[in-house]
């Protein structure tokens, strides 16, 4: 190895180095200069505005003011009061009102900005942790992380219409006392109006090939519960 050519290169890397960081630290410096801080007067509040219940949601003045073009009575008090919390007290701060035209709906109708009942993800975030289902059968696990990513699927194909964004939502449908005959059927309908909406082998893998891929059973629960999941096999067991 030629180390006294290695160390020349690396010289004048250094030194490339050096310079670049120069024109940077020179041109920063002017570019600190050239952009006003952000001005809460003008643009309203920096910290921006977060919902926790019922569902967690955002709403950011920067985006409203500075980049949208809005000024403050565009929203205040018009629509909303200028006191962070004060208009969830009305008890209709739903998307139920937006779809009528109130609240965030009296721009988010499609056509001043984007329709409330799109992009669900600009305003809400997704859970981080699985969703595990405990009931009727423990215990099936829903990612939301695989979905996003590996599935690229947006929020509104499974929350427009196939499940509430609200956790509990399957687990309320109630089984009745059925025949045999009949139970086989009401699982199919059951897993067709959910998971098998997408899990039918032609657009993810069919609920019918993987059962163990969804249902972790007690003991992948168990495992998930003290976080050290391990990825089941379709060998395993269920408690069903
Ligand atoms: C697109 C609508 C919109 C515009 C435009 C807007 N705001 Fe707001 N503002 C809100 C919402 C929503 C809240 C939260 C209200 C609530 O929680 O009930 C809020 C809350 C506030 C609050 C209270 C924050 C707190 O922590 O209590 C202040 C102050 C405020 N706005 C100032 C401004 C100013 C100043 C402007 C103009 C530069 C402005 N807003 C423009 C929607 C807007
Ligand atoms: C006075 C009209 C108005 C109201 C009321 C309003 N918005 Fe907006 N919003 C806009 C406009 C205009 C844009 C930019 C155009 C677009 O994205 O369609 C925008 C953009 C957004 C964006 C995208 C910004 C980004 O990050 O790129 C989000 C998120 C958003 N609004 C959330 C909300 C929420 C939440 C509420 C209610 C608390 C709300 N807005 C109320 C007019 C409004
Ligand atoms: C423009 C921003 C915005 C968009 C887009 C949006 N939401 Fe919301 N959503 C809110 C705000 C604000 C609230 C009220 C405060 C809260 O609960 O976070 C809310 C509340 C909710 C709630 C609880 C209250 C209720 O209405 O039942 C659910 C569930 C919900 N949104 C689901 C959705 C779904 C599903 C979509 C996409 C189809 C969506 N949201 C799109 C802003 C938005
Ligand atoms: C492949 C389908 C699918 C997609 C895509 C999806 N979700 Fe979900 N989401 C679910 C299921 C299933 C549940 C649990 C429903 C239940 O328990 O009945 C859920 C529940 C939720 C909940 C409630 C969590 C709780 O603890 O109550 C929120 C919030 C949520 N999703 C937000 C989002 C957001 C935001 C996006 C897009 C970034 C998204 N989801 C995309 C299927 C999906
Ligand atoms: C909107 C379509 C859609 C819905 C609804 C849906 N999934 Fe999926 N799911 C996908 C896609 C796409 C993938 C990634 C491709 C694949 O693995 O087949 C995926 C992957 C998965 C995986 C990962 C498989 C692996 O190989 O790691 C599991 C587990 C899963 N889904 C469980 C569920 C459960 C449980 C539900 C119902 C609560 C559900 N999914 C609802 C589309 C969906
Ligand atoms: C794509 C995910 C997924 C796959 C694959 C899947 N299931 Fe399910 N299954 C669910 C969900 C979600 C529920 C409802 C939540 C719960 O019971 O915990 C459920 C519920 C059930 C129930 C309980 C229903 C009730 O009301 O008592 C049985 C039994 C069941 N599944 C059997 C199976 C069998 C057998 C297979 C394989 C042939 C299978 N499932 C494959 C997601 C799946």
């Keep these: 190895m030629n180390t006294n050519k290695a160390s020349t290169v690396s010289l004048s890397a250094l030194t490339t180095l050096l310079s670049a960081s120069f024109v940077a630290t020179f041109f920063s410096a002017n570019i600190s200069m050239a952009t006003e801080p952000y001005d809460a007067d003008k643009y309203g509040p920096q910290e921006p505005i977060i919902w926790a219940t019922p569902s967690k949601s955002i ?19 018009g629509i909303f009061p200028m ?13 139920k009102s937006f779809k009528e035209g109130k609240y965030c709906g009296t721009c988010h109708d499609g056509s001043t900005a984007f329709e409330s009942s799109t992009q669900c993800g600009s305003c809400h975030f997704a859970p981080e942790a699985p969703i595990v289902f405990t009931s009727p059968v423990k215990a099936v696990a829903f990612d939301h992380s695989i979905h996003l ?18 956790k509990g939502s399957i687990e309320e449908a109630e089984q009745a006392n059925l025949s045999d005959g009949d139970k086989r059927k009401y699982l199919e309908q059951l897993h067709n109006k959910y998971c098998g909406t997408c899990h039918d082998s032609s657009q993810a893998f069919g ?19 003290s976080g050290t999941q391990k990825k089941d096999k379709d060998t395993v067991k269920t408690n069903h």
Excluded at 151 to 164: N, P, Q, R, S, W
């Design 83 to 95: 006191e962070q919390g004060a208009t969830e007290k009305n008890g209709d701060f739903t998307m």
């Design 149 to 166: 990513q590996k599935g690229k699927l947006a929020c509104e194909t499974c929350h427009k219409e196939v499940f509430a964004m609200k």
């Design 59 to 77: 709403f950011t003045h920067k985006t409203h003011t500075m980049d949208a073009g809005l000024a403050c009575d565009d929203c205040h008090d």
């Design 207 to 225: 609920y019918l090939t993987r059962c163990t891929v969804c249902h972790i059973g007690v003991k992948g629960y168990d495992a998930q519960q």
